[in-house]
């Protein structure tokens, strides 16, 4: 009797001393500290595992795409070609390496399952404007004027061609797709599938000859870093390249970070970095912390530039010494990112404005004659409501 007793009291204290070693239990474990990475450098059997080659390519992509939005000669079918692909496959460009693959920035336009239906149509619909109405004016030389599209050069130099509310499409359409692609599919498509590990991403298997040996949820995290670093020459390593060339988020991000908000490089970088670092240790409450931190940064960069560019529009606009092509280029690039506030995040979660609101606010731009009718008060009410919803 006195040896089971003695037994029974040994089991008991090695249960009770497993139990308290336990993780993930009854909440009381601290949480694992996820160190910050000196680089967005992660490797598997020796072998970076970052790739984001399609984020890339779609980014070279657009910059073509915005040449092609400005360029008289190019074809409605010619410009949605490299808009939307043929029979699934991505041409047109002059770029020939962009051509022939399943990489589509049509595809990616406004396409988590947080946008709205409604938008990936208003960029076809630009594109049918600038061909079909814009285009043939510039090659008859016809002056811009209040209802009339045609080209316009100011007294600064700049030459516009604009449709007959004034606005320039390729900036629109430029502008709105920073939040209704790289926005869009950061913070509501990747970014969002690893948040609360809601989309289930398979974070087990590693295959070495799949995305080099990353798992899927490592995967889709450094397909969301793509959207935003994926023209850097060096991806662990971005800050010094990584606006090169990008006409999209990068570009913006740089500008934010040199004006508005000075630092929001490294906000970014390094929420982006920690977050990667937790994902790959499977800290699932470090990996949320640092996704939140990135999506309310590049909803502030989008906020920012809206209220910026109905300002500096406000200013050069509506007086007698105005220089209206400067004027229309501003509002033109303020109307696209007012089209990407609704891709934005906030402190609750949502976006800083809907799509209803947003297109209140467009077809406010749009009214009579369009940017040709606006006055400075009208632009300034319209930054102060931005910003009085963003608290910027």
């Given at each position: 009797?006195?040896?089971?007793?003695?037994?029974?009291i040994?089991?008991?204290?090695?249960?009770?001393?497993?139990?308290?070693?336990?993780?993930?239990?009854d909440?009381?474990?601290p949480?694992?500290?996820?160190n910050?990475?000196?680089?967005?450098?992660?490797?598997?059997?020796g072998?970076?595992?970052v790739?984001?080659?399609?984020?890339?390519?779609?980014?070279?992509?657009a910059?073509?795409l915005?040449?092609?939005m400005?360029?008289e000669?190019?074809?409605?079918?010619?410009?949605?070609?490299?808009?939307d692909?043929?029979?699934?496959s991505s041409?047109?460009?002059?770029?020939?390496?962009?051509?022939g693959?399943?990489?589509?920035?049509?595809?990616?336009?406004?396409?988590?399952?947080?946008?709205?239906?409604?938008?990936?149509?208003?960029?076809?619909?630009?594109?049918?404007?600038?061909?079909?109405?814009?285009?043939?004016?510039?090659?008859?030389?016809?002056?811009?004027?209040?209802?009339?599209?045609?080209?316009?050069?100011g007294?600064?130099?700049?030459?516009?061609?604009?449709?007959?509310?004034?606005?320039?499409?390729?900036q629109?359409?430029?502008?709105?797709?920073?939040?209704?692609m790289?926005?869009?599919?950061?913070?509501?498509?990747?970014?969002?599938?690893?948040?609360?590990?809601?989309?289930?991403?398979d974070?087990?298997?590693r295959?070495?000859?799949?995305?080099?040996?990353?798992?899927?949820?490592?995967?889709?995290?450094?397909?969301?870093?793509g959207?935003?670093?994926g023209?850097?020459?060096d991806?662990?390593?971005?800050?010094?390249?990584?606006?090169?060339?990008?006409?999209?988020?990068?570009?913006?991000?740089?500008?934010?970070n040199?004006?508005?908000?000075?630092?929001?490089?490294?906000?970014?970088?390094e929420?982006?970095?920690?977050?990667?670092?937790?994902?790959?240790?499977?800290?699932?409450?470090?990996?949320?912390?640092?996704?939140?931190?990135?999506?309310?940064a590049?909803?502030?960069?989008?906020?920012?530039?809206?209220?910026d560019?109905?300002?500096?529009?406000?200013?050069?606009?509506?007086?007698?010494?105005?220089?209206?092509?400067?004027?229309?280029?501003?509002?033109?690039?303020g109307?696209?990112?007012?089209?990407?506030?609704?891709?934005?995040?906030?402190e609750?979660g949502?976006?800083?404005?809907?799509?209803?609101?947003?297109?209140?606010?467009?077809?406010?731009?749009e009214?009579?004659?369009?940017?040709w009718?606006?006055t400075?008060q009208?632009?300034?009410?319209?930054?102060?409501?931005?910003?009085?919803?963003t608290?910027?």
């Amino acid at each position: 009797m006195k040896k089971n007793n003695l037994f029974q009291i040994l089991f008991l204290s090695l249960v009770v001393i497993f139990s308290s070693c336990s993780t993930g239990g009854d909440g009381d474990d601290p949480t694992p500290v996820v160190n910050m990475p000196d680089s967005y450098e992660f490797l598997y059997e020796g072998t970076s595992t970052v790739a984001c080659a399609g984020q890339t390519a779609r980014l070279k992509m657009a910059a073509e795409l915005m040449s092609a939005m400005n360029d008289e000669i190019k074809t409605k079918s010619e410009i949605m070609t490299m808009f939307d692909g043929d029979n699934g496959s991505s041409a047109g460009f002059a770029d020939a390496t962009l051509n022939g693959t399943t990489k589509i920035v049509g595809s990616k336009t406004a396409a988590s399952s947080q946008a709205s239906a409604t938008v990936k149509a208003q960029f076809d619909a630009m594109v049918t404007e600038f061909a079909d109405v814009v285009a043939p004016a510039v090659v008859a030389l016809t002056d811009a004027s209040a209802g009339v599209a045609g080209v316009h050069t100011g007294p600064g130099g700049r030459t516009v061609k604009v449709n007959a509310k004034g606005m320039e499409l390729n900036q629109c359409f430029g502008k709105g797709l920073i939040g209704g692609m790289c926005a869009d599919q950061i913070l509501y498509k990747y970014l969002a599938g690893v948040y609360l590990n809601s989309a289930n991403y398979d974070h087990v298997i590693r295959d070495a000859s799949s995305n080099n040996g990353a798992t899927e949820k490592e995967h889709k995290y450094d397909e969301g870093y793509g959207y935003l670093f994926g023209l850097a020459s060096d991806l662990a390593l971005p800050e010094s390249s990584y606006m090169t060339g990008d006409v999209l988020l990068a570009k913006y991000t740089n500008k934010v970070n040199n004006g508005q908000e000075v630092g929001i490089f490294n906000t970014l970088f390094e929420a982006f970095k920690l977050g990667r670092a937790a994902v790959t240790q499977d800290v699932q409450s470090v990996a949320d912390e640092q996704i939140d931190v990135v999506r309310k940064a590049i909803s502030r960069i989008i906020a920012y530039k809206a209220i910026d560019y109905l300002e500096s529009a406000a200013a050069s606009g509506g007086n007698a010494s105005a220089d209206m092509a400067d004027y229309f280029h501003d509002l033109s690039e303020g109307y696209g990112f007012i089209m990407s506030l609704q891709f934005t995040f906030d402190e609750g979660g949502t976006p800083y404005f809907t799509n209803v609101e947003v297109n209140n606010m467009l077809a406010s731009l749009e009214a009579g004659n369009g940017f040709w009718d606006r006055t400075d008060q009208e632009l300034t009410d319209m930054a102060n409501n931005i910003k009085s919803r963003t608290s910027l």
